[in-house]
């Protein structure tokens, strides 16, 4: 599953349906850069049910089609039920924005035959009145665009480099790894692994706190820090929407050049992070050269 993904929640009843999700998916890549998530796409040893939760909690935004399910009658009156499994979606998804406190965007559609009922009949759904599946695509080409600026929610790892003063005429700069807690719960704990690319680190040779060789990697150096960093006898805790940098590092890549083999593939050397917490893993990893691209985009001067 992409780190970044909009969760679809589309029926898949029929094969036009399940043609729709694919479509709103195709779409989503297209239109946000992000990543997309469709259960009729999921291939996963992991049960269908824990994908779809894991996916609603750590999605960016939400669609949801409603298509007729058939009619039920009660009472003497009548109406059209959408799926029931995207009326359990919508459910979570409230718990989550209630709850968690967290924005989740959704953009709804709902056919026109269908009424509404359950916790839709409390909320400010507002979903947006269909008949054709290119009605739905037609809206979602207008609106999908703004989602492109979207960021992951909650806790997540930040990666980003910063200009040092050139030393010995060699363009060092810093890595930071920051963890961001932007979540309303304190994190007490956690063990956070750092692999880096060993080439990137040949200047001055630097020692770094907590360098294990416990996890191989090829030409990487793999760094573990806990809440605990540096031996302290008070543990770091995050506090809710706080964050906190756990690591810095110098890095050249004039220095890379030098000892790498394939000298103009330094670009692609990945620096990867896990942060493990409460059970849960967050990942972040990028490539040499999209830390410079990031740099750039921040007005600081691209280094590669």
């Known amino acids: 599953m992409p780190k970044n993904f909009i969760f679809i929640s589309c029926g898949q009843f029929t094969a036009a349906e399940q043609r729709l999700g694919r479509e709103i998916a195709s ?26 939760l894991n996916a609603l909690r750590d999605c960016l935004a939400l669609i949801v089609v409603m298509h007729p399910r058939g009619t039920i009658t009660h009472g003497g009156s009548s109406r059209v039920r959408a799926s029931v499994w995207i009326e359990q979606e919508i459910a979570i998804a409230t718990y989550i924005q ?10 709804a559609f709902i056919h026109r035959d269908v009424g509404r009922e359950g916790i839709r009949d409390l909320l400010s759904l507002n979903p ?14 207008d609106r999908l665009p703004l989602w492109k600026s979207l960021q992951p929610f909650g806790v997540h790892i930040e990666l980003k480099s910063e200009k040092r003063s050139p030393h010995d005429e060699h363009p060092v700069r810093q890595l930071s790894v920051t963890l961001v807690n932007d979540s ?42 806990t809440e605990s960093d540096e031996g302290s006898s008070k543990p770091r805790v995050i506090e809710p929407r706080d964050k906190s940098i756990l690591a810095i590092f110098d890095y050249c890549t004039k220095c890379a050049a030098t000892f790498a083999e394939f000298p103009t593939s330094i670009g692609e050397e990945v620096i990867e992070v896990t ?19 990031d740099a750039e985009s921040r007005g600081d001067s691209r280094w590669c």
């Open 275 to 293: 942060a493990s917490i409460d059970g849960r893993e967050y990942t972040e990893s990028k490539t040499i050269k999209e830390l410079a691209i």
């Open 98 to 107: 209630r709850v968690d406190k967290r924005p989740l965007p959704i953009i």
């Open 184 to 225: 309303p719960r304190r994190i007490t704990a956690y063990t956070c692994d750092i692999w880096i690319p060993s080439i990137v680190l040949k200047h001055e040779n630097k020692l770094y706190y907590g360098e294990s060789h416990h996890i191989a990697r090829p030409h990487h150096r793999h760094f573990r820090l």
């Open 27 to 52: 779409l989503v890549t297209k239109l946000t850069g992000h990543g997309s998530f469709f259960a009729d796409q999921v291939q996963d040893l992991g049960g269908l049910d824990t994908n779809i």
């Open 128 to 141: 947006i009145p269909f008949e054709s599946d290119d009605d739905v695509l037609g809206v979602l080409r």
